[in-house]
């Protein structure tokens, strides 16, 4: 009889420690699918991104089909300028390599395509502030330069953008995804919701971002 209530206290437990570990997974969980979210809408996948072959090609490869116009623009998602295997920019030398429809190469904007396709020159607008030709900055380093909301000490090559990814990424979709020069939200491009900035903070500040650090291959 005794063996037996020790038996029945024993399964108590396992079955307490079982529903205890059951709550808590939902709760890493949820973590987790922010990154991955943030990771989804910056590779321009409407499902998710396929790890292995990104790592293979340093080129995000998603699993499902690619949006054809993320947030709303040209094609163009973030990932086409800023990719996995150039440290989250882009090499002149990848650039070779890339088809010649790849959305990098988009006509619709007021780009200089040879600057572009030489260079890896973006025309960067900003009113009253910036109009000139720059490279793609490197984002490797954010999760170093920025708090996890996604405030930074200094943000592009000179310093002298926003400070703020959300801001940033907002600046990034209206100079280089819009569909026409007039940049018009709701026409052109889509502005990201909160929640998608969140996501896409949370991306750019994770390890999944950091960790693709070509030193550390």
Request: glycine letters at 8%; one cysteine or more; a positive charge.
């Amino acid at each position: 009889m005794k063996l037996q209530i020790v038996q029945v206290s024993n399964m108590k437990y396992s079955i307490m420690a079982l529903t205890l570990l059951i709550v808590m997974v939902p709760a890493v969980g949820s973590a987790e699918s922010q990154e991955r979210k943030g990771q989804r809408l910056f590779a321009g996948c409407l499902d998710k991104v396929d790890d292995r072959a990104t790592l293979e090609t340093g080129l995000f490869v998603c699993k499902g089909k690619r949006d054809p116009e993320p947030f709303g623009g040209n094609g163009r998602a973030c990932g086409d300028c800023h990719v996995p295997g150039d440290n989250f920019g882009i090499s002149e030398k990848r650039i070779a390599k890339l088809k010649s429809d790849h959305p990098f190469f988009f006509r619709g904007l007021d780009e200089d395509q040879k600057l572009l396709r030489t260079h890896g020159l973006v025309h960067v607008i900003i009113p009253g502030s910036i109009d000139e030709f720059r490279q793609t900055p490197k984002l490797v380093h954010l999760q170093t330069l920025c708090d996890k909301k996604g405030n930074c000490d200094s943000l592009g090559l000179r310093g002298d953008r926003v400070t703020n990814l959300c801001a940033f990424s907002i600046e990034a979709i209206k100079n280089h995804m819009a569909k026409t020069v007039k940049r018009v939200p709701g026409k052109d491009f889509r502005v990201p919701t909160a929640k998608e900035c969140k996501w896409l903070v949370a991306y750019m500040v994770s390890d999944l971002v950091a960790d693709q650090d070509e030193r550390n291959r």
